[in-house]
């Protein structure tokens, strides 16, 4: 199990195009996606399984994006006092690195299974990797998705707004990753808001970060789909980890 936020700031982009290629000979990435909220609990089991499956041999690696109802998860390091409303919607503990999040309709959750023994045993690597194909993927609409050294995820700058305190700039949150390991066969994964609520973000302190908000493609005046994210997520996807089918 990894805890991506206590990961140093990885490299820059360019520099992982292939590094998560998986060896000569493997298959594509099955590419899934489904239809209609799927219940988070039933998506735990089936990447349990799933991975399992991968591990032995007997299944190919997958992404399989989805969209939840509205929910809460705690990631491993999870304070409990940032979980300011509990009984606003289900909250469920999970294995993933991070802290509280918000999944629900209008985001894009991707869930990653991927095997590193056929691509590289380096987890922050992997993490870097995942953040270069949310940067990537943010980029084919024209928004520069960024890094920081402090705070896990992908984050947008906001000029138009004041920041937090003088000489803090105002930028929020777009995207979200938390992953956890098992025989280095990944699973979970990263999240990006397309059109979610934003305001079901009030029952949670995201990923303990209280100076910045949270943003979707739509909110910064981009009218994107979620079918569109999904062309630039397989596109990207195949830049940084290979083929899918």
């Known amino acids: 199990m990894s805890?991506?936020?206590t990961m140093p700031s990885p490299p820059a982009r360019d520099d992982l195009t292939g590094l998560f290629h998986a060896v000569p000979g493997s298959p594509p990435v099955e590419w899934c996606?489904?239809?209609?909220?799927?219940?988070?609990?039933?998506?735990l089991a089936f990447m349990e399984d799933r991975v399992a499956a991968i591990h032995?041999?007997?299944a190919p690696e997958m992404v399989w994006l989805i969209e939840h109802p509205p929910l809460y998860t705690a990631g491993t390091s999870a304070d409990a006092a940032d979980l300011t409303e509990p009984d606003r919607f289900?909250?469920?503990e999970?294995?993933?690195?991070?802290?509280?999040?918000?999944?629900?309709?209008?985001?894009?959750?991707?869930?990653?299974?991927?095997?590193?023994?056929?691509?590289?045993q380096d987890v922050r690597a992997f993490v870097a990797a995942l953040?270069?194909?949310?940067?990537?993927?943010?980029d084919r609409f024209n928004v520069k998705?960024?890094?920081?050294?402090?705070?896990?995820g992908v984050w947008v700058r906001r000029p138009e707004r004041a920041g937090p305190a003088p000489g803090i700039a105002a930028e929020d949150k777009i995207a979200a990753i938390g992953i956890r390991l098992r025989k280095w066969v990944s699973f979970h994964g990263i999240s990006i808001n397309v059109e979610p609520d934003l305001s079901h973000y009030g029952g949670i302190v995201p990923c303990g970060v209280t100076e910045h908000g949270v943003t979707s493609l739509v909110d910064l005046g981009l009218p994107v789909s979620m079918a569109d994210l999904d062309v630039a997520l397989k596109a990207e996807f195949e830049t940084v980890f290979g083929p899918v089918n």
Request: charged share 30%; net charge neutral; glycine share 14%.
């Open 3 to 5: 805890d991506v936020s």
């Open 90 to 92: 289900p909250v469920f």
């Open 56 to 58: 032995a041999g007997i």
């Open 145 to 152: 998705g960024e890094r920081r050294e402090d705070r896990v």
């Open 33 to 43: 996606i489904a239809d209609g909220l799927v219940d988070y609990e039933a998506a």
């Open 94 to 120: 999970t294995g993933r690195g991070g802290q509280y999040t918000y999944h629900g309709p209008g985001q894009r959750v991707a869930y990653v299974m991927l095997d590193l023994k056929r691509r590289r």
């Open 131 to 138: 953040e270069a194909w949310v940067i990537g993927t943010l």
